[in-house]
């Protein structure tokens, strides 16, 4: 540092607003480049530069400057360029997984939608159901009941339980079916009306 630049730090210490100032006019307009060429935006440049000065003017007297003032200040703002730019990727990184969590929310819960309007459809065709195909149906797949003990159970054939069991997936997979045929025809009258 220069004999120049410690009495000027030296009257800094001392709290001599006509000494800041004149650093401050010295030095802002190189210091305020330097951080815009880091972080690209003018404000944080400003604020940057603003606090490098406002950190010499409160802790004159605790710094221990050994080389030029404008090489000290300079490295200031460069280091405080570089934090600001870790502390920015730091906050989006947080943002983006934040976003991330969000979306896998809005997905499952799309899923779930999806899964609960197959399902209500599915129970609309079982209701269209014949009563007693409808009953071994049930017992079949909601109940687990093995065919013998359907057979059992309801007092029927084997062969029985096995007919509703063939007619009941066939009128289901037909109603299913037909339902989508229409959703598509509905699909593509709006598509090309």
Not at 43 to 53: K, T
Not at 98 to 115: G, N, R, V
Not at 136 to 163: C, G, P, R, W
Request: glycine share 2%; aromatic share 10%.
């Amino acid at each position: 540092m220069t004999e120049k630049e410690t009495k000027l730090l030296d009257r800094i210490c001392k709290k001599d607003q006509g000494s800041f100032e004149s650093l401050y006019k010295t030095y802002y307009s190189k210091l305020y480049v330097l951080a815009f060429k880091y972080v690209r935006n003018q404000e944080i440049a400003e604020e940057l530069v603003n606090d490098v000065f406002l950190k010499i003017w409160v802790d004159a007297a605790r710094l221990n400057i050994t080389q030029s003032l404008g090489l000290y200040l300079s490295r200031c703002i460069v280091n405080a360029a570089l934090n600001n730019l870790n502390k920015e990727k730091k906050t989006a990184g947080k943002q983006e997984k934040y976003l991330q969590e969000f979306d896998e929310i809005d997905d499952a819960d799309d899923e779930a939608q999806i899964l609960e309007e197959q399902l209500l459809k599915l129970e609309k065709a079982i209701e269209l159901l014949p009563p007693q195909c409808k009953k071994v149906m049930m017992m079949s797949k909601f109940d687990k009941y093995k065919q013998h003990e359907i057979a059992d159970a309801l007092d029927i054939s084997i062969k029985t339980v096995k007919n509703h069991l063939t007619q009941g997936y066939e009128k289901i997979r037909g109603l299913l079916s037909k339902e989508l045929i229409i959703m598509a025809i509905l699909f593509f009258n709006r598509l090309f009306n």
